[in-house]
Nanobody, 122 residues
Framework: QVQLVESGGGLVQAGGSLRLSCAAS????????MGWFRQAPGKERELAAW????????YYTDSVKGRFTISRDNAKSTVYLQMNSLKFEDTAVYYC???????????????WGQGTQVTVSS
């Protein structure tokens, strides 16, 4: 089992920044690729960003490229999502998820956090 706990969400004005954190406990964190998903009201959940288990490879959905940065610290069992130049349309619940031995963003995610709300005011 892996437990994931997100933090760092909140209310921010458009153009502002937030950094989300996802702390993992349980099995060896460095075995898991990690994704940050988001779901806005009335919309389907989408993968916003992904990082490989060793932190070398990353993926971003087009709408966040150049604004969001995903990173991880395997020594701290934590993955981060730095979000800059936030837009109203970034408003969503953000979830981190873990994919055991995952090699690509569209893998099978085994564990999910409870989510953290990000609200961007226009």
């Amino acid at each position: 089992q892996v437990q994931l706990v997100e933090s760092g969400g909140g209310l921010v004005q458009a153009g502002g920044s937030l950094r989300l954190s996802c702390a993992a406990s349980g099995r060896t964190f460095s075995y898991y690729a990690m994704g940050w998903f988001r779901q806005a009201p009335g919309k389907e959940r989408e993968l916003a960003a992904w990082v490989s288990a060793n932190g070398v490879d990353t993926y971003y959905t087009d709408s966040v490229k150049g604004r969001f940065t995903i990173s991880r610290d395997n020594a701290k069992s934590t993955v981060y999502l730095q979000m800059n130049s936030l837009k109203f349309e970034d408003t969503a619940v953000y979830y981190c998820a873990a994919d055991y031995a995952g090699l690509r963003p569209n893998g099978q995610y085994d564990y999910w956090g409870q989510g953290t709300q990000v609200t961007v005011s226009s």
